[in-house]
């Protein structure tokens, strides 16, 4: 696996290019109850874009403020090393020795009071694919650091009105190992994946219905003068 190479000096210019390129990418971003987790948290979320990442990278800037390592798939770190600054570390699911390095590395940030985020899904499928089928990585981290809480976040992107899509970001109440039913790992699984699943069709049926008024614009244009 490669580890991540965290650099603040890297973060805070990446930072800089990282907003600007949000606010020509998409016309709107509304987010509902983002708020930072009470100390270092294993979060989750849908994968289905490129921006999810960033997004994450942007969430945490603009309101999180934590020390947050991602997990990408190998062959996207390679394909794109300056991640590794940002702490992206990978995992390779075609190899299980990797797998298991890459969820031994994730528990150990965890550990060293470290936020980490992965996407249960384990790739990047279509938005509306259903059931969001999780792996097991994350029951098995919980069950390594069960004092660390679960936080999902779910993104819903949009065309609308604009030239440009919108995302809708909700981030869900946190849990802990403890709120999980008793079961395998296998089973605990399931029961996250359709817990989010429901979760994400929510925020569908927000979008559709246009429900702004619980969420927050976090792409406000300034006004010319």
Not at 151 to 179: A, C, T
Not at 202 to 225: A, S
Request: glycine content about 4%.
């Amino acid at each position: 696996m490669i580890q991540a190479k965290k650099s603040a000096l890297f973060e805070r210019a990446f930072a800089m290019y990282l907003l600007p390129s949000i606010r020509r990418s998409f016309s709107h971003l509304y987010a509902r109850n983002i708020r930072p987790p009470k100390g270092p948290a294993l979060i989750i979320s849908n994968h289905s874009s490129w921006w999810d990442g960033l997004l994450f990278f942007f969430l945490n800037r603009r309101v999180w403020n934590l020390d947050v390592h991602i997990m990408m798939h190998e062959r996207g770190l390679k394909e794109f090393p300056f991640f590794r600054r940002l702490g992206a570390f990978s995992i390779d699911r075609s190899n299980p020795k990797d797998i298991l390095a890459s969820l031994r590395y994730a528990e150990n940030l965890l550990k060293q009071g470290k936020t980490v985020i992965l996407f249960p899904q384990g790739d990047e499928f279509h938005l509306e694919t259903r059931p969001l089928e999780f792996h097991t990585g994350v029951v098995y981290l919980l069950e390594k650091c069960p004092e660390i809480p679960l936080v999902p976040v779910h993104f819903y992107y949009s065309m609308r009105r604009d030239k440009h899509p919108e995302v809708w970001i909700d981030q869900g109440d946190s849990l802990m190992l403890s709120n999980f039913p008793e079961g395998s790992r296998h089973d605990r699984t399931v029961w996250l994946q359709e817990r989010e699943t429901t979760a994400l069709d929510r925020l569908k049926t927000d979008v559709l219905e246009e429900n702004y008024e619980e969420f927050q614009e976090m792409l406000k244009r300034r006004r010319k003068p």
